[in-house]
C-alpha cells in the first residue's frame, strides 16, 4: 500500500532548461494537490487538480507553471525556461475526497543553477 | 495568508504532554482546523482536524474554544521522535468548489530528553 510517491526526488536544472515533476497519488485517491517550500519558509499552494481537470490553480505564477492529471498516469507539474528563483522543495498531496486529511509525498527537490 | 498564528517555538520534555496553542481569530463557521507537522525537510504528515468538538486519535488530542476562535494540539506523551515544525491551518473553501490549506510558519517543536 504505497503512499503518495515523488520523483525525482532531487532535480538539478540549469537556468532556462525545463523541469518535470511527477506524483503519482495513493490508490484510490482522485485529488491532487501541489505545494512549494521555500527554504525556511511553510509551504505554499499552487494547484489542485482532479483526473482531467484542474480545479484551483490560485497558486501558479502566470507564466511558465503548468500541471496536469491525466486519466491515466501521474499528475505532472512541469516548469519551463527555470530560473533560480524557482529553486524549492515542491510536495505532491492526494486524498480521496474533500474534507480528507490530505496524504503528503516525499517531495521532489528542485535546484537551479 | 494564512489565518492561524502560532508561537514560532516551543520545548518539552520527553514523556511529558506537549501542548501546542493556534490563535484563528477569523476562522468562519464552516471551516475545519487542520494539523499537520513536517519533521525536517520531509513531506508534512496529517495529524489530526476538527470543526467544532474536541477530537481524539491515535496521534493527538484536539481542544477545540467553543467560540472556534483559538485550538490546542496535545501530545500526550512527547517523545524525541515528535521534534518537529507543526503547523495549524484552517481550510479554506473557494466559491468554486475548491479547497485548500494555506500553511503559516508553524511553532518548532522541540523534545528534550
Known amino acids: 500500500n504505497a503512499g503518495v510517491m515523488q520523483n525525482p526526488r532531487h532535480l538539478v536544472r540549469r537556468r532556462g532548461q525545463e523541469a518535470r515533476l511527477r506524483c503519482s497519488p495513493m490508490k484510490g485517491h482522485s485529488h491532487v494537490y501541489w505545494y512549494r517550500q521555500l527554504p525556511e519558509e511553510g509551504l505554499k499552494f499552487m494547484v489542485y487538480l482532479q483526473k482531467e481537470n484542474i480545479i484551483d490553480e490560485s497558486g501558479m505564477p502566470k507564466e511558465r507553471f503548468s500541471a496536469e492529471f491525466p486519466k491515466e498516469g501521474p499528475s505532472i507539474l512541469r516548469i519551463q525556461q527555470v530560473v533560480r528563483g524557482d529553486s524549492a522543495a515542491y510536495f505532491c498531496?492526494?486524498?480521496?475526497?474533500?474534507?480528507?486529511?490530505?496524504?503528503f509525498g516525499s517531495g521532489t527537490r528542485l535546484t537551479v543553477v | 495568508d494564512a489565518k492561524t498564528t502560532q508561537p514560532p517555538s516551543m520545548d518539552c520534555a520527553e514523556g511529558r504532554a506537549a501542548n501546542l496553542p493556534c490563535n484563528h481569530s477569523t476562522i468562519s463557521g464552516n471551516e475545519y482546523v487542520y494539523w499537520y507537522r513536517q519533521i525536517h525537510s520531509q513531506g508534512p504528515q496529517y495529524i489530526i482536524h476538527?470543526?467544532?468538538n474536541n477530537e481524539t486519535n491515535e496521534m493527538a488530542s484536539l481542544i477545540i474554544t467553543e467560540d472556534r476562535k483559538s485550538s490546542t494540539l496535545i501530545l500526550p506523551h512527547a517523545t524525541l521522535r515528535d521534534t518537529a515544525v507543526y503547523y495549524c491551518?484552517?481550510?479554506?473553501?473557494?466559491?468554486?468548489?475548491?479547497?485548500?490549506?494555506?500553511f503559516g510558519k508553524g511553532t518548532k517543536l522541540t523534545v528534550n530528553p
Open positions: 476538527g470543526l467544532k
Open positions: 491551518i484552517v481550510r479554506i473553501l473557494t466559491q468554486g468548489g475548491s479547497e485548500k490549506l494555506v
Open positions: 498531496a492526494s486524498s480521496p475526497r474533500v474534507n480528507y486529511g490530505y496524504t
